[in-house]
């Protein structure tokens, strides 16, 4: 590891100072440490936010929705029981995410922009990666590439966004919180993320040196009855080859009244499938309606050689995962 510079914040002042030049962040570090080993991050200064935490890091549950601080810990929301009984798809995608020691250890904030996992970037003995290295080509294109993106690739990069929290958070139309030098501002959390353009190393839409505080998630009919699918080579501790955040409101017909469905490890970035939402708005929700919809989601998939299965593999995620949120029973 290379020397840098380490600075520990007791206040958002302190964080973010206009004059400073833009730094690592350094919450949980389950991200960050393993990359600078890796030496595929080299920070000249790290400001440690964890003195932020007792400002930053509760969890606050009221009718009018949620506020997650970002410093709170994975293992904490998962556990909160408003969070398990109100919004169930953030509890699960939380759970299904990594080991009980890394949920323990990182924060919310640092869980959305968790870089991917595409082997070129996380090696340096690949020379050929625009999102480490902007200009220099990808590897993966005609390299490995089986758990690569299927949808908003380019031919700049094709990585997947690696992450399961980030799909709950789109499907249930959560605000993001920041805070930077030119002061505070809220953006839809389905901004945050940016991915299929020609700029891959540029994944979120965060100004130098923004740091996020909050993410707030309304308390919309559809947040009660939602669920979150991850299907993998493994059962445990291993990235999505596809995944489905679903969040319904059914009539009194069991019509759709409204529905949610943002796609992980098919994309490379949070993916919301407006397409198939539209087909579904209005109609009985039955196997024949998921799968025009689960159609819909992957109609503009963009398959390679190695990843031709996850176009299947996602259809099928999406019905099982509408079908199973259709049969949930809500609790009074
Ligand atoms: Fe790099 Fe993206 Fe290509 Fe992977 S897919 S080698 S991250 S440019």
Known sequence: M???????A?????????EAAAPHYLAGGTTLVDLMKLDVLRPAAVVDINGLAPRHGGIEAGRQGLRLGALARMSEAEAHPAVRRDYPVIAQSLQLAASPQLRNMASLGGNVLQRTRCSYFRDTAHPACNKREPGSGCSALDGAH????????????????????AQALVALGATVELAGPAGARTIAFEDLHRGGDDAPHLETTLRPGEL???FRVPAAPFARRSLYLK???????AFALASAAVALDLGPGREVRELRLALGGVATRPWRAHAAEA??????????????AAEAAFADARPRAHNAFKVELGKRTVVRALLAAARMEIPA
Request: net charge positive.
């Open 279 to 292: 087909a579904l708005r209005g109609r009985r929700l039955d196997e024949s309606a998921a799968r025009q």
């Open 146 to 165: 089986r758990s690569h993106a299927l949808l908003a690739t380019s031919e700049q990069c094709i990585a997947s966004y690696p992450g399961d929290f």
């Open 231 to 237: 299907v993998r080579d493994r059962q445990s501790y």
């Open 10 to 18: 007791e206040a958002i002042a302190d964080a973010v100072r206009p």
């Open 212 to 214: 996020i505080l909050a």
């Open 2 to 8: 290379r020397p840098f510079a380490y600075v520990r």
